[in-house]
Structures are given as structure tokens and as C-alpha cells.
T-cell receptor, first 115, second 115 residues
Framework: GAVVSQHPSWVICKSGTSVKIECRSL??????MFWYRQFPKQSLMLMAT?????????EQGVEKDKFLINHASLTLSTLTVTSAHPEDSSFYIC???????????FGPGTRLTVL | AQKVTQAQTEISVVEKEDVTLDCVYE???????LFWYKQPPSGELVFLIR??????QNEISGRYSWNFQKSTSSFNFTITASQVVDSAVYFC????????????FGKGITLSVRP
């Protein structure tokens, strides 16, 4: 099956710093990648959809200048949380799909804690 | 608009009991897919099933079975002879028709299986 990795799996940072999370499709070309955020005991909420080589499409209420998404290649998308604050602490999950396939393959998630 | 309702929030059963997790959905699409995912305490989403709306046959995979009722817009999931390892949060999800589409998740059902 298709494998998606995320790095790092967890990160602790100080308030005001920026954190970059990588999402990689290891054995397929991901034309589309999705970024989700999940707060404790809540469901996954889509933050943005990114297509390779184009700007990400953000969901309503998600600040694009705070959550920078780059999808520069067919196997890599990055999410940068800029000037992180404690309220950004969450579990961030990416998923990837390739053209013509309705199925999404999920990464293992990144747990961000902002002190 | 897509909507997924998982009315049950928490279910607790004793090992070896059968348990059914309910999922009701709303969609205007004539063709669609439905998904179930498992999220164990580790956080990684585990894909369980994808069902095409054209296929209304029930599906069985080991101790897992799914009952798709298009007439009632339900896609329920039953675990037979539950085990402690089944303890997790279970999400039902629905994308719009077409490829590379974002998933709408239900709120999830927390299943606890006690020994």
C-alpha cells in the first residue's frame, strides 16, 4: 500500500518560533496533499489542500500567513507554523492522494507543543 | 454540502461483546465513497474500508463488518467479539465525488473495550 511519512513525529518549541513539518509520499507521486489539525478528543479538521506546483487552498478560518504550505514536488509538502503560540499546540496530520484516485493515504501525524 | 453524523460519542463494552458504530451521512452527489478509519492511541489513522455508493452489499472482513443502507444514508460498522486492541477512536468519512477531494470526517466514536 501507499506510504506517507511525516517528520518530525513530535516537536516542542518556544512561543514565537517557527516550526516546519514535512509530509512525504514514499512510494507514489502525490498530486494533492491535505493538511489536517486535530485537537484533543476532537475530529480532524481540514486546514488546506495543496496541489503540486500551485498555491494551497485554505479552509475558511485558517490563516494562510500563519500556516505556510509548500508543495514543491510530487513527493513532498511542508507545513510551516510561523510565530507559534500555545494555542497552535495540536496534532497535525497530512494525507496524500494521486491523480485519479479518490483514496487518501495518511501520515502518522506530528504532535506540536508550543510552550 | 457533505455532512457525516456519528451520534455516539463514547461506547464501552466488555471484551467479546459485539458492538456497532453508527454513521449517517448527507450528500447531494449521486456517486460517492464512504470511509471508515481507526485511530488508536498512537494517533496514526488506520484505513479500514472504502465503499462505493454503487455497491450496497454488506462487507465482512474478519471480525469487522459493514452495513451500507443507501435508503437511510447509513454506513454502520460492527465489530464482532471485540478485543482490547479494538479500543480506539473510529471515524466515518465522506468525500465529494471526483478524485483528489477533501474528506469530511464525523466527530468520531471512542470505543473502549474492557478486559
Amino acid at each position: 500500500g501507499a506510504v506517507v511519512s511525516q517528520h518530525p513525529s513530535w516537536v516542542i518549541c518556544k512561543s514565537g518560533t517557527s516550526v516546519k513539518i514535512e509530509c512525504r509520499s514514499l512510494d507514489f507521486q502525490a498530486t494533492t496533499m491535505f493538511w489536517y489539525r486535530q485537537f484533543p478528543k476532537q475530529s480532524l479538521m481540514l486546514m488546506a489542500t495543496s496541489n503540486e506546483g500551485s498555491k494551497a487552498t485554505y479552509e475558511q478560518g485558517v490563516e494562510k500567513d500563519k500556516f505556510l504550505i509548500n508543495h514543491a514536488s510530487l513527493t513532498l509538502s511542508t507545513l510551516t507554523v510561523t510565530s507559534a503560540h500555545p494555542e497552535d499546540s495540536s496534532f497535525y496530520i497530512c494525507s496524500a492522494s494521486h491523480q485519479g484516485n479518490n483514496e487518501q493515504f495518511f501520515g502518522p501525524g506530528t504532535r506540536l507543543t508550543v510552550l | 454540502a457533505q455532512k457525516v453524523t456519528q451520534a455516539q460519542t463514547e461506547i464501552s463494552v466488555v471484551e467479546k461483546e459485539d458492538v456497532t458504530l453508527d454513521c449517517v451521512y448527507e450528500t447531494r452527489d449521486t456517486t460517492y465513497y464512504l470511509f471508515w478509519y481507526k485511530q488508536p492511541p498512537s494517533g496514526e489513522l488506520v484505513f479500514l474500508i472504502r465503499r462505493n455508493s454503487f455497491d450496497e452489499q454488506n462487507e465482512i472482513s474478519g471480525r469487522y463488518s459493514w452495513n451500507f443502507q443507501k435508503s437511510t444514508s447509513s454506513f454502520n460498522f460492527t465489530i464482532t467479539a471485540s478485543q482490547v486492541v479494538d479500543s480506539a477512536v473510529y471515524f466515518c468519512a465522506l468525500p465529494p465525488s471526483g478524485a483528489n477531494s477533501k474528506l469530511t470526517f464525523g466527530k468520531g466514536i471512542t470505543l473502549s473495550v474492557r478486559p
